[in-house]
T-cell receptor, first 113, second 114 residues
Framework: GAGVSQSPSNKVTEKGKDVELRCDPISGHTALYWYRQSLGQGLEFLIYFQGNSAPDKSGLPSDRFSAERTGGSVSTLTIQRTQQEDSAVYLC???????????FGPGTRLTVL | AQSVTQLGSHVSVSEGALVLLRCNYSSSVPPYLFWYVQYPNQGLQLLLKYTTGATLVKGINGFEAEFKKSETSFHLTKPSAHMSDAAEYFCAVSATGGYQKVTFGTGTKLQVIP
């Protein structure tokens, strides 16, 4: 089947605006992860979903960041009142179950002007 | 707690030469270990993983890695570099058993010189 898809692929926004990033995991994958990849910073874990619940939100950098998952499938990462330091590539990954190999989407490149 | 250290943010090799990308990990419990590759403007792709059993793990594109518990290492090797191997490589670790957060290293960019 299809891999993990993310939309949009690129997003340019103005400082202070809200943005929503979408992730469609592989069908049947119960676990879903969000990461942030900043230039020269490697991958930073943001949040993990098992089904529709998020047992690990420890990586969310501030209360401007939130995420939800509905129907055990699609997930949305929302960043409110964006700041320039939020500029990064946001990667989503899914796995069949917790602890299994993660399959990554192509990412959303967010640029905050 | 767990962590990963990748030695060398940039590595250059000549085409046909040995590729060696170093990864050391820290984990308080037996680890799962992974190598991912990221080609320009693409997402991460799993190269190989170690969970249990044989310590020498073979992956795609001719890469392999050996889990050495005594050295807490999981170095990635390939006998002969191809131009198409130019990419960024990430080592990652998670703890065994149920959900455990995967911790990624900061990545090593591999340049292959013709």
């Amino acid at each position: 089947g299809a891999g993990v898809s993310q939309s949009p692929s690129n997003k340019v926004t103005e400082k202070g605006k809200d943005v929503e990033l979408r992730c469609d995991p592989i069908s049947g994958h119960t676990a879903l992860y969000w990461y942030r990849q900043s230039l020269g910073q490697g991958l930073e874990f943001l949040i993990y979903f098992q089904g529709n619940s998020a047992p690990d939100k420890s990586g969310l950098p501030s209360d401007r960041f939130s995420a939800e998952r509905t129907g055990g499938s699609v997930s949305t990462l929302t960043i409110q009142r964006t700041q320039q330091e939020d500029s990064a590539v946001y990667l989503c990954a899914s796995s069949f179950s917790r602890g299994d190999t993660q399959y990554f989407g192509p990412g959303t490149r967010l640029t905050v002007l | 707690a767990q962590s990963v250290t990748q030695l060398g943010s940039h590595v250059s090799v000549s085409e046909g030469a040995l590729v060696l990308l170093r990864c050391n990990y820290s984990s308080s419990v037996p680890p799962y270990l992974f190598w991912y590759v990221q080609y320009p403007n693409q997402g991460l792709q799993l190269l190989l993983k170690y969970t249990t059993g044989a310590t020498l793990v073979k992956g795609i594109n001719g890469f392999e890695a050996e889990f050495k518990k005594s050295e807490t290492s999981f170095h990635l090797t390939k006998p002969s570099a191809h131009m198409s191997d130019a990419a960024e490589y990430f080592c990652a670790v998670s703890a065994t058993g149920g959900y455990q957060k995967v911790t990624f290293g900061t990545g090593t960019k591999l340049q292959v010189i013709p």
